[in-house]
DNA sequence: ATGATTCACCTAGATTGTCTAGGTTTAATT
DNA sequence: AATTAAACCTAGACAATCTAGGTGAATCAT
């Protein structure tokens, strides 16, 4: 068998949203092309994880929606990020990498 | 607020135990230590989602268990790899490498 | 003009993995 | 003898993702 496709790893969406959102407001469907775009196709965030993902991070006042049009002319909503989102971005940036060194750490044992 | 203390990232786990049961065969208790051990303390396996794990893993025919006794004198579950264990931990690894790299492509974006 | 396709958003329900918070038994310690 | 620690186990809660639908409007092909 090749290695299986993989899917999202659970927990790290709200840190790839963020991450991209910090480049400046986009709407939902271009977030996600994003994100597979910069990951070279290997991350696919589905729309049932998205959206969900986004209202999540909204109540939690990361991120600020706005009514607008998409580059290619449909109505869309442009999220961007908010003080809080920021500082919500550098935490889990830190923790993302304090967790990749950990499980390194355990992977390179003999 | 200082950074919040990370849990284990969901879907890493399997991968952890795969990794540990590499050196040698291991009780369940001694698996949770040495992880968090070779992490320098940083991930801590509950036993509550220890021993599920080993279940599936075991139900997978990734990892057999055999009753003995533990270092320490106590009646032990011992598990070892099978040949099944060490292909998947072969792909586990390989995914996991793969997703670090995607997410860390998405990451390094201006 | 009409029909098909694509963009963009939305959601209910299933599934899965982890965690909380208990519990049991037996050996070692005090 | 009583307490603590090692080791295992489990039910139920919770959270995140995915599946598999659906809608409406703009664009494209004919």
Do not use: C
């Not at 068998?1 to 991209?20: A, F, H, N, Q, Y």
């Not at 442009?78 to 935490?91: F, I, S, V």
């Amino acid at each position: 068998m090749p290695p299986k496709k993989p899917e999202l790893l659970s927990g790290t969406l709200d840190l790839l949203i963020l991450r991209v959102l910090n480049g400046g407001p986009l709407h939902g469907f271009a977030i996600a092309e994003r994100i597979h775009v910069l990951s070279r196709e290997v991350l696919t965030v589905e729309e049932g994880s998205l959206y969900p993902a986004l209202y999540r991070m909204e109540a939690k006042g990361w991120i600020e929606p706005e009514w607008g049009i998409s580059p290619r002319g449909r109505r869309a909503k442009l999220y961007a990020l908010t003080k809080d989102g920021r500082k919500q971005l550098a935490n889990e940036q830190q923790i993302w990498s304090q967790m990749v060194f950990a499980i390194g750490d355990v992977l390179k044992n003999t």
